[in-house]
């Protein structure tokens, strides 16, 4: 099983990526925890011991419903707009309920890392957390500084090669043959998604 992890210490671009999505969500958190500042002193509320251990749960719900409802309308948060970052529906648009799934983790701190780590431990698109494969959502950044098919294609192949077992049969050039059933962007095994459609077990693209 290749992830995320076998592919991101040796893969520049996906570095930057990822960088760049952490400095969109500290931008965004910042943003956040301000509106919850200010609500908070509208409406009164004396400061109190307790708002410490409650307040990072009530900036996270802003958060949540602030990133849903602007990846929703424009595909970008303030912080994903200022780092070039959109979100993408893997099934073509993008819901409502699908921008708040893929954005729930973000009500704590200690959720969102959760998530990441999980997304990148297993199989699938780099890119996402575990709550974009739930979504079947992804961030791609605009421009890419190299299209993730293309390095999908490679390294996916690259560790598929490595951990499977010599074949006898024949086939052309150095690639591993494909079956008819295979991912037509990097070759990973397909898995139904509902419908007609078939997700990528490997790159999590929809087809």
């Not at 500042?37 to 409650?54: A, E, H, K, Q």
């Not at 299209?147 to 074949?167: A, M």
Request: with cysteine; proline share 5%; net charge positive.
């Amino acid at each position: 099983m290749v992830t995320g992890f076998d592919l991101i210490h040796n893969n520049r671009p996906l570095q930057k990526h990822w960088i760049r999505r952490i400095i969109a969500f500290l931008i965004d958190l910042f943003l956040s925890s301000m509106a919850a500042y200010v609500i908070i002193w509208l409406l009164g509320i004396r400061f109190m011991p307790s708002l410490l251990i409650n307040f990072p749960v009530f900036a996270g719900l802003i958060q949540v419903f602030y990133s849903a409802i602007c990846e929703y309308n424009n595909r970008q948060t303030f912080g994903k707009m200022l780092l070039d970052l959109k979100v993408e529906g893997l099934r073509g648009g993008l819901s409502l309920h699908e921008t708040i799934i893929r954005n729930f983790s973000k009500i704590h701190g200690l959720l969102v890392l959760l998530d990441v780590i999980v997304g990148m431990a297993t199989r699938g698109d780099p890119r996402q957390r575990y709550l974009d494969r739930v979504a079947d959502t992804t961030v791609t950044s605009t421009p890419e500084p190299r299209h993730i098919d293309e390095y999908l294609r490679e390294h996916l192949r690259i560790h598929r090669r490595s951990h499977t077992p010599p074949s006898h049969e024949p086939h052309q050039g150095n690639e591993p043959p494909i079956q008819k059933d295979s991912c037509e962007i990097c070759g990973g095994g397909l898995e139904h998604a509902g419908g007609a459609l078939m997700r990528c077990m490997d790159c999590g693209r929809i087809q």
